[in-house]
């Protein structure tokens, strides 16, 4: 199974890290206003330690990771804390603008995978989905946003459907690849997601 890399565990884990952070800095702040110097040090060599190892596993899941291009039809399953919802492109096809550019229309079909959802959700709970980011990007990294409309639908576990996205591209742009990803904010800072700095990212490619 290929996943944006956003599990329960890195998210209690990034949860947890900022809770103790905000607590350690109130208690360096009071330990400061009150001349404790000696709990002072204390709280901030454990602010710095916590947040150097933090820092340390980031990087080391970034850095270990790759970039993987999914063939028309391979599913990347986005993760929603206690579920999955599964990506894959079924479909495309592309018609000349008078403008000169190319109106591309990807199909995209969603899948919340059953086999995923967590024992103590309702089996037919229907699920919203987080926000998203749709692009088309070519080879020379130039992106092309979509419109995310079609990925919003409340699904329940085992549903599935196919929605168009289109993206108007120039002519001959060489190696269009799609991005369909989490674009909540704070998966920037979860260790081991693909939204994280340096990390590996995972794209479609189209067929044809």
């Known amino acids: 199974m290929i996943t944006d890399g956003l599990n329960p565990f890195t998210v209690l884990l990034f949860v947890g890290a900022v809770l103790v952070g905000a607590t350690l800095i109130l208690l360096y702040v009071i330990a400061r206003v009150t001349k404790r110097e000696p709990f002072a040090r204390i709280t901030l060599r454990l602010l710095l330690g916590g947040a150097g190892l933090y ?10 990771s790759h970039n993987r291009v999914l063939a028309p039809g391979e599913e990347k399953h986005i993760c929603e804390i206690d579920c999955h919802l599964a990506y894959a492109i079924a479909a495309t096809k592309s018609e000349p ?9 990807v199909t ?4 919340f995978d059953e086999e995923t959802i967590s024992s103590r959700r309702p089996r037919d709970a229907t699920l919203t989905p987080n926000s998203r980011y ?8 130039n992106r092309y946003p979509g419109s995310t409309d079609g ?7 085992g549903e599935s459907y196919t929605t168009d996205i289109v993206f108007d591209v120039p002519a001959a742009v060489p190696g269009l690849r799609l991005i369909l990803r989490n674009n909540d904010p704070e998966t ?10 340096l990390h590996g990212k995972t794209t479609f490619r189209l067929p044809g």
């Not at 995209?108 to 899948?111: F, P, S, T, W």
């Not at 749709?134 to 990294?141: N, Q, S, T, Y």
């Open 55 to 64: 820092l340390l596993l980031f990087l080391g899941a970034s850095l270990l």
């Open 97 to 105: 603008l008078p403008n000169g550019l190319v109106r591309t229309t």
């Open 108 to 111: 995209v079909k969603v899948r």
């Open 134 to 141: 749709v692009a088309l990007v070519d080879d020379a990294g």
């Open 151 to 157: 990925l919003k639908r409340k699904l329940i576990p």
């Open 188 to 197: 920037a800072f979860i260790i081991g997601h693909e939204n994280s700095l």
